[in-house]
């Protein structure tokens, strides 16, 4: 039996996920885009921030034009609320702006100034989602550390491997209580996820004493990339798709419980 809408809301009121990866081209973005859409579909209030600044990407994949950007909100410029666009299955976003990106390196001031305005947001939705730039500069970390927990997206590449365990290591360093999860994006099959995620599992906890949470796969196709060349989200243009069908398992795990099959984002 289902438990009572409220109660699932309530039980995840307000979490924040920041979804990074070591180096860039890994599907971070699109991961970040469809999943918060999925949910937003299955009835949560979510908010996707886009913080790649300089090279943002949401505002691309979703076709939403925002009033303001996070780099005004971050300078004073605009309040958090002037800023916030309305986007697909009534997700809300907070753009980066492509290509307008000024602010290389963040620094405390302006760090605080954006906490500050995203606690304003804290009792307004059930999920944020926080889709930080690739690597690990400052401005990448502040953002991170931001969430409750990261969720790292790596390819079965070893250079990819590599650079999400440099993620998972600043982390632990700096933040040794925040939960990691991973996500295998590319792989050629569910056992393939499974393997590389339980080898990267394995080294983290040899060398960083350090427990990851296996958050899930999604598989090679090249329905993907149509779907960004059409800039339309994956979730809207291919829904039935294998890579959808594995993000919508995500998303389950995410929550720690079943989304109720008669919503029509959850059951195609």
């Known amino acids: 039996m289902l438990e009572n809408r409220e109660t699932r809301l309530n039980a995840h009121r307000g979490k924040v996920y920041a979804v990074t990866s070591g180096k860039g081209g890994v599907g971070k973005t699109s991961l970040a885009v ?44 605009a309040s958090i609320f002037d800023a916030l666009a309305e986007g697909p299955e009534n997700v809300t976003i907070l753009s980066a702006g492509s290509g307008r990106g000024r602010i290389h390196e ?27 730039g690739a690597g690990i500069s400052a401005n990448v970390v502040d953002f991170v550390f931001m969430a409750e927990e990261v969720l ?22 700096e933040k040794p209580d925040m939960a990691v999860g991973i996500v295998v994006n590319m792989v050629r099959g569910e056992a393939e996820g499974e393997t590389i ?8 906890q040899r060398f960083l004493q350090k427990n990851i949470r296996f958050r ?19 979730a809207l243009y291919a829904a ?29």
């Open 34 to 77: 469809n999943l918060s859409i999925t949910l937003a579909g299955a009835g949560l209030r979510v908010l996707l921030i886009d913080a790649d600044m300089g090279l943002a990407n949401v505002d691309v994949m979703t076709g939403v034009a925002a009033p303001h950007t996070i780099e005004e909100v971050i300078r004073g410029e």
């Open 106 to 132: 963040m620094g405390d001031e302006h760090a605080e100034r954006f906490r500050a305005e995203l606690l304003k947001l804290e009792n307004a939705f059930d999920l944020i989602f926080i889709d930080t």
């Open 152 to 173: 790292v997206v790596m390819t079965p590449e070893p250079t990819s491997f590599a650079d999400a365990y440099a993620m998972v290591k600043v982390v632990n360093m």
């Open 197 to 204: 995620a339980s080898k990267f599992n394995e080294i983290v």
């Open 216 to 234: 899930g796969s999604i598989p090679r196709d090249g329905i993907v990339s149509e779907a960004i060349m059409r800039q339309t989200p994956l």
């Open 240 to 268: 039935k798709s294998a890579p959808m069908q594995a993000i919508r398992k995500i998303a389950r795990n995410l929550l720690g419980l079943e989304i109720p099959k008669r919503n029509r984002l959850f059951n195609r």
